[in-house]
């Protein structure tokens, strides 16, 4: 590439079924979500939500928030090296960190940015 010249962006990652179902739960809990995430990165620092597939049911899926130092205090390990990455590297001023944990031990880590716009928040994946 000659000097001077930008780089093209990335492509955008492929969206997988599960991804879109994700993220769209995400949307719908956007407002709780990014308020506990601000409220608990204050009170405890800086950790992720843990959703995991046993615990969803229709009436309502729980989110819990980990935090770094209890994951290291506790011995408890995060699912993958992505979501270790995912927690050390996010803005907690306009992200959080969200992960789907499957019964398999797969799990599914997503950086979530916010902007709020007047009594409720935009969400997207980062």
């Keep these: 590439m000659a000097k001077g010249q930008k780089r093209p962006p990335l492509p955008a990652p492929v969206l997988t079924e599960k991804d879109r ?7 719908q809990n956007s407002a709780n979500l990014v308020r506990s995430a601000l409220t608990l990165y204050r009170e405890g620092g800086r950790g992720a939500f843990i959703v995991r597939e046993e615990d969803a049911k229709p009436s309502g899926t729980a989110a819990r928030y980990f935090t770094a130092t209890g994951v290291l205090t506790t011995g408890m390990v995060w699912p993958d090296v992505k979501t270790a990455e995912l927690v050390r590297r996010y803005e907690p001023a306009h992200q959080f ?24 928040f935009a969400v997207e994946a980062a």
Excluded: C, E, P
């Design 97 to 120: 960190v969200i992960v789907f944990v499957y019964s398999s031990g797969a799990a599914s880590a997503y950086t979530i940015r916010f902007v709020q716009m007047g009594d409720t």
């Design 21 to 27: 179902a994700h993220l769209n739960w995400i949307r």
